[in-house]
């Protein structure tokens, strides 16, 4: 059984930069991938980035690719989401998820999630 929970969220200008943390618990949160998801008012969540534990290769959302770094840090239980040049259109509440299979980017291939953090960039 994994815990995970989401901090760092804030408001922040456009082009600002934001890092979001996700502690987690559970000793075997090493081996399992993490992933981050974000849903904006009324839209549907959608994939951000998600690492893979065994490999620690990293994938991302076409719209963060190049502004966004998922990273981890087994020792500490925590995974971190480092949001750079942030756009209002990044505003959304962000989730953190630990999955056990196949570092899916489908939101419900996810065991374990967070209650989410609120980030919101204005203009």
């Known amino acids: 059984q994994v815990q995970v929970v989401e901090s760092g969220g804030g408001l922040v200008q456009a082009g600002g930069s934001l890092r979001l943390s996700c502690a987690a618990s559970g000793r075997t949160f090493r081996l399992y991938n993490v992933g981050w998801f974000r849903q904006a008012p009324g839209k549907e969540r959608e994939f951000v980035a998600v690492?893979?534990?065994?490999?620690?290769?990293?994938n991302y959302a076409d719209s963060v690719k190049g502004r966004f770094t998922i990273s981890r840090d087994n020792a500490k239980n925590t995974a971190y989401l480092q949001m750079n040049s942030l756009k209002p259109e990044d505003t959304a509440v962000y989730y953190c998820?630990?999955?056990?299979?196949?570092?899916?980017?489908?939101?419900?291939?996810?065991?374990?999630w967070g209650q989410g953090t609120q980030v919101t960039v204005s203009s």
């Open positions: 998820a630990a999955d056990s299979r196949g570092a899916s980017k489908r939101g419900e291939d996810y065991d374990y």
């Open positions: 690492k893979k534990w065994s490999d620690g290769s990293t």
